[in-house]
């Protein structure tokens, strides 16, 4: 089975003003990295980039995001970076700077950008309301409700995870992660694989489930140690400093690089059916038991929209947006890519989005929500997009009344981890 890497991503921060030869040098380091995975036979499919907390490096003022966030994306195609993504608004820093992230976006084609919803152990009234005003407003920024691919709402997501939007750098204070020694323009390198096809590969060769979980185990392995001897030849006279590898099970929309089928083969039934939360767990216990250097969520992604038997089975009504809340606990990154109809508001979309914090501080997980309401289009109603990495499907319900009781009363309330 092939091996494939979704992304390769530099974490580093392009000052204000973009430092453009700064991000050539980065860009030239890594796809001399892409040129020797290639050699080895290991597919690389984009170069991205991460930068620290907007609060840390944009410049004060609501209208200062925009020309930032253009600039940044002219630097990045100059310089060889497919996509960037700006590091997190964060609860306390200025609202203005949250309420300008559609603007952005809708101003660029390559930028993603984040809220995150937590604070420690807090969760933020304000950061719920923003993120969801801000799904709302990128879900009209075209037509078909496209604007949200590039928006998420985070939960106790660290720094260095390398798939977008939830990638980030720490900032200079440290109150975000450990922070690279950017002496001599040294930067990060965390490395994003599309592992889906490896989980479908090892179940389809097992006859019994503990010969499925040593293949899963082996195959990561493996995948993880033909890597390494890439890397670490180039990093020798590199400036970068490896972070590691997130082998979040990715996919692609075909049934053989679809997670949905590994868990279909392991459950014996349909995604959205009982069985799938054990599968589901399975497969992210295999990650947890194997042995390499790790950075991300290295969970379970369940993005309905880019998987083809996800979508099959959103589009069959066996799954729901409940239903793929109930597998993060177990697994998983929350939401992601979730089809939702047109006219579902702002508090609606807070609710959920407030489940998913929940669920992220009390088990202490890295979630994230990337929600798509779809301008026209009710609950049932076909969804299609003209992107090679979306599969068509179904608009799924919301299954939220509005963000309302006690719960909205606070401006931010704490939960316990759960006790092992």
């Known amino acids: 089975m092939a091996l494939r890497i979704r ?4 974490f580093l921060n392009p000052g204000d003003p973009v430092q453009l030869e700064r991000l050539r040098g980065v860009a030239q380091e890594m796809s001399e990295l892409k040129h020797m995975l290639a050699e080895a036979q290991i597919e690389v499919q984009t170069l991205r980039l991460a930068t620290p907390p907007l609060a840390t490096w944009v410049h004060p003022g609501e209208r200062a995001l925009i020309p930032l966030a253009q600039r940044l994306e002219e630097a990045c195609f100059v310089a060889g970076f497919g996509y960037a993504s700006l590091g997190p608004w ?3 820093d200025d609202p203005a700077l949250a309420a300008t992230l559609p603007d952005a976006i809708g101003a660029t084609s390559t930028i993603f950008s984040t809220i995150r919803l937590t604070a420690g152990a807090g969760i933020d ?4 309301l923003l993120a969801a005003d801000a799904i709302r407003r990128c879900s009209t920024l075209t037509p078909d409700g496209f604007g949200n691919l590039r928006f998420a709402a985070l939960a106790r997501v660290p720094a260095y995870v390398p798939f977008l939007p939830a990638a980030y750098a720490p900032g200079s204070d440290g109150s975000d992660g450990p922070v690279l020694d ?12 599309e592992a889906a096809s490896l989980a479908v590969a090892a179940v389809d060769g097992a006859a019994t489930l503990d010969q499925a979980r040593q293949a899963l185990i082996a195959t990561v392995e493996a995948s993880a140690a033909q890597l390494d001897k890439v890397i670490k030849s180039w990093l020798k006279r590199r400036r970068a400093q490896f972070l590691g590898f997130d082998f979040a099970w990715a996919q692609y929309p075909t049934p053989e690089r ?4 590994a868990l279909e083969r392991l459950s014996g039934a349909p995604v959205g059916r009982a069985g799938t939360l054990a599968a589901a767990a399975l497969l992210t216990e295999a990650l947890d038991r194997a042995s390499f250097k790790r950075s991300g969520y290295n969970g379970l992604f369940l993005p309905v929209l880019e998987d083809s038997v996800l979508a099959q089975r959103a ?9 793929l809340l109930l597998y993060s606990a177990v697994c998983g990154t929350g939401l992601d890519t979730v089809p939702l109809p047109g006219d579902t508001s702002a508090p609606q979309i807070a609710a959920i989005l407030t489940d998913v914090a929940a669920l992220a501080v009390r088990l202490d ?3 994230s929500a990337r929600l798509m309401p779809i301008p026209g289009k009710a609950a049932g109603d076909p969804v299609t997009f003209d992107f090679e990495y979306f599969a068509p499907s179904r608009v799924l319900a919301a299954d939220s009344v509005g963000f309302g009781g006690l719960l909205a009363t606070e401006a931010r309330w704490a939960l316990s981890a759960r006790r092992a």
């Not at 009234?125 to 719920?128: C, L, Y």
């Not at 589009?315 to 239903?323: I, P, S, T, Y």
Request: charged share 20%.
């Open 365 to 367: 997980k890295p979630l």
């Open 90 to 92: 964060r609860p306390g």
């Open 7 to 10: 992304t390769l991503t530099a």
């Open 258 to 261: 679809s997670l949905g089928t």
């Open 182 to 193: 950017s002496r001599s323009g040294a930067f990060g390198l965390a490395i994003g694989i």
């Open 315 to 323: 589009a069959d009504g066996c799954l729901r947006v409940n239903d």
């Open 125 to 128: 009234r304000e950061a719920v």
